[in-house]
């Protein structure tokens, strides 16, 4: 008996096997039958499908970038006031600080019967100085700044009288116009005796009328001149200015 089973587990043993022997080569011929599986090569894109439908791009959205409102722009103005010709008749009783003698020699307010108006003039010079041989070299110099109108045509008027023992080739009055410093000077009049006759000679009170067009707009120096030139000191000359004004037209 114990022969008999040994018998029949070997048998089942090799039927098992057998089993399984064929479950493998029936697979296996299955396999061969359908043919391989196809193999994508290592690193090839795939291939994309022409019917396919692509996702929609995403639309932009405007920025709207806001317009800034215009400012008004506040500029300083800056207003100076024109400097006009003060004191011109010298009534004021003094020559500051609108006038100032700026020669060499002298000019002097005076009074008494020799304005051409008012109570006052002034008096470049000094008929004092000696004429055989005590006469200065040199200038009596009134000067005032103004600021000459930049419209129409500005007029210095200048009322004088000279009195001279000269000619006018060596002593005269003159208007000069320069720069505020006294520099770059114009020389717009001039005036005096023309014929020496060894005595005193006296213009009478003469107008002088100077055009200022040529500094329109500027500011300058007007100048009233009594200038002595003689060298050697003889014969004296001054002169009387009085009523000067700036006219904007003429």
Known sequence: MPRRRMILVTLLGTGLVAVALFSVMAAT????AEGPLPTLPVGTPPVPDPDATMPPLPTATPTITPTPTPQPVHLPMVIRELRD??????EMGRLPPHWESVGELNAQLVSGGLPRSGRYAVLLGDPKYDSAGGCPVGDARLVQVIDVPSVGHPTLRVWYRIWSEDTLD??????????????????????????WTGSLWSSGWREAIVSLDNYRGRTVRVELVNALTNSDGWYNTWTYVDDIRL????
């Not at 011929?29 to 061969?32: D, E, Q, T």
């Open 29 to 32: 011929l299955a396999a061969k």
């Open 170 to 195: 060596y002593d005269f009055f003159a208007i000069d116009v320069a720069d505020t410093n006294g520099a770059n000077r114009d020389r717009l009049h001039r005036d005096g005796c023309t014929l």
């Open 247 to 250: 006219d904007p037209e003429r």
């Open 85 to 90: 010709l003060e004191n011109g008749d010298f």
